[in-house]
């Protein structure tokens, strides 16, 4: 589903790489949990899987997409088959809940008919039912992840990347997003997610896989975090 | 299928939600494209304007041909049958003694002494053949071909003789419509760029604007042309609906003419004429109004947006 072979993105020369030969295998249904230390590499790792950055050098498929030969003019279409949950949550401020989520949907020409039944749908996923008129300075910061979690999966996408999904939030709503994630990973949807939560990660006995200064130091199943 | 109808639906009322939240942003546009449009509109109407009073002018002029009475019918018939074979000759009109007599006569209805005094004498009025030329500058040409010595021989001492305005006159209109045309191109040209300028800040202000909700559409996955339609449709409205401005306002300034001014005539601009071809062709110029205002507008929104909707990524 994943397959990333000796990436290296180096944003500028003098400070050297942001990532170092990284190599990664997720298969599809999995459920990845990337951690690493504040300014690790985890958020550029997810932006070069979303073509935000192209890497310096090494090889990027996603999905059976070969990044080498995407075009420009094919990302919009990449972009669709992933969801992404942005660490600063990317809503629109003036827009309601519902219509942050419709959002997704509308740019890529869903019809308001199936709009109106498919995401209330998914607001009841995220546990946001009723707030749907909303706007998103009136919600919490756990509220309004699930916004973003909610238009993240309201496109059914083969794979979901969540980056630091609670990096802001009480451990309670946290959790309340982890168990949203865990809920959409037992639907079929890859999920990919990091953080730097030594809880949440102790607690979900997933695969982690450890970045320390742009190079994976670890790859294990049921794995356990210490904060280093 | 149906999916396309519902994106360009969204693209349309997108578009026209942005120009309605940036209206203030759009009025200062518009003026200036309602300005370069009437301009335009203007230079249309003069320049048909022109040209019609040229023609009008150039058709009446002819060199008239006097016969000497010694011609004899068949010498005429000859000479007018080598100047129809010329490039030069436009038309030619053979009138005997007597069609020349019976053409002076109805020529000079408000002076009958003259009349009486010509038809006394006999027939004084020599058979005539009026050369009317292709154009203006071919008269000098027509007049060497009129008086080669066998050719002289046929006519009277005062033929070949020059009738209508002086070519002087005529070519002082001619300069003058065409200083008048360019100078018509010029501004047509200056004012169409500083809309187009005008338009290309307006736009990228209102992408500015937008720019958060550009990113956020961009990482979603929309395409360009989804995100680039509304700006796109924003500045077509500008161009539709500065056209219909610039139309009522030449329609207003024809009405207010008619009325103030009985005047038929501005200086060299037949007001009349211009009036009525506005009125003949209003719905072509309607429309041609709109064409160039919605193609101003969309390509300057093209390349205002064109910049935003690069992706980043080296
Ligand atoms: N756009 C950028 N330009 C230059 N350097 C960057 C850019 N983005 C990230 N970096 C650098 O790359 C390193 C990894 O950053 P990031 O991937 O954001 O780490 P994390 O998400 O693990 O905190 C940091 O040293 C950061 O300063
Ligand atoms: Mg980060």
Redesign the pocket.
């Known amino acids: 589903m994943i397959l990333l072979d000796r990436v290296t993105k180096t ?2 020369r003098k ?1 050297g790489p ?1 990532l170092d030969r990284v190599s990664l295998h997720v298969e599809p249904k999995e459920f990845v949990i990337v951690v ?10 997810l ?1 070069l899987l979303t073509r935000e950055e192209r890497p310096t050098s090494g090889k990027i498929i996603i999905g059976g997409i070969d990044y080498d030969k995407l075009k420009d003019k094919d990302i919009p279409l990449l972009r669709r088959k992933i969801g992404v949950v942005f ?1 600063d949550f990317k809503l629109l401020p003036n827009k309601n809940v519902f219509e942050n989520v419709a959002f997704a949907l509308e740019i890529v020409g869903v019809s308001n008919r199936e709009i109106r039944h498919t995401v209330p749908k998914v607001l009841e996923i995220v546990n946001l039912k009723g707030k749907e008129k909303r706007m998103p300075r009136e919600l919490s910061g756990g509220e309004r992840q699930r916004v973003a979690i909610a238009r993240a999966i309201v496109r059914q996408p083969r794979i979901l990347i969540a ?2 999904p609670t990096g802001n939030l009480d451990p309670k709503h946290a959790w309340d997003v982890i168990k949203v994630l865990e809920k959409i990973n037992r639907y079929g949807t890859t999920v990919l997610l ?1 953080t730097h939560n030594q809880d949440i990660v102790n607690k979900l006995k997933r695969r982690v896989v450890t ?1 320390q200064g ?1 190079k994976v130091v670890s790859d294990r199943a049921n794995a356990t975090y210490d904060g280093k | 299928m149906h999916k396309r109808f519902t994106t360009l639906g969204r693209i349309l009322h997108t578009g026209v939600l942005n120009f309605m939240r940036n209206i203030s942003l759009a009025i200062a546009a518009m003026a200036v494209m309602v300005v370069t449009l009437t301009i335009i509109l203007f230079s249309i109407i003069t320049n048909a304007t022109f040209e019609n009073t040229i023609a009008q002018i150039t058709n009446k002029i002819n060199i008239s041909v006097f016969l000497n009475d010694t011609t004899t019918d068949t010498q005429a018939k000859q000479l007018v049958a080598d100047l129809k074979k010329q490039p030069s000759v436009h038309r030619v009109v053979y009138l005997n003694k007597e069609q020349a007599l019976q053409s002076f006569i109805k020529d000079n209805k408000e002076n009958p002494a003259t009349v009486t005094a010509a038809s006394q004498t006999g027939n004084p009025i020599p058979a005539t053949i009026q050369v009317f030329p292709s154009n203006l500058n071919e008269i000098q040409h027509l007049k060497e071909y009129l008086t080669t010595p066998e050719r002289e021989k046929l006519q009277t001492p005062r033929s070949p003789s020059y009738n209508g305005k002086r070519k002087e006159a005529i070519d002082n209109i001619t300069h003058a419509t065409n200083v008048l045309r360019q100078i018509g191109a010029l501004m047509v040209a200056v004012f169409a760029v500083i809309c187009a300028l005008i338009i290309f800040n307006t736009i990228q202000m209102a992408i500015f604007n937008r720019r958060d909700e550009i990113t956020i559409m961009r990482l979603l996955g929309a395409k360009t042309s989804y995100i680039r339609g509304p700006f796109v449709v924003e500045s077509a409205i500008y161009g539709l609906l500065s056209a219909v401005l610039s139309v009522l306002i030449i329609n207003s300034a024809f009405l207010a003419s008619s009325n103030a001014l009985q005047a038929s005539s501005l200086g060299l601009l037949d007001i009349n004429y211009a009036s009525k071809y506005f009125g003949d062709h209003f719905w072509a110029l309607l429309t041609l109004q709109i064409a160039i205002g919605i193609i101003i507008g969309t390509v300057s929104s093209v390349i205002a947006t064109r910049r935003y909707l690069k992706f980043k990524t080296k």
């Open positions: 944003y500028n400070l942001s690493g230390q504040s300014g690790a590499g985890k958020t550029t790792l932006r660490q980056d630091e990091t970045i742009g």
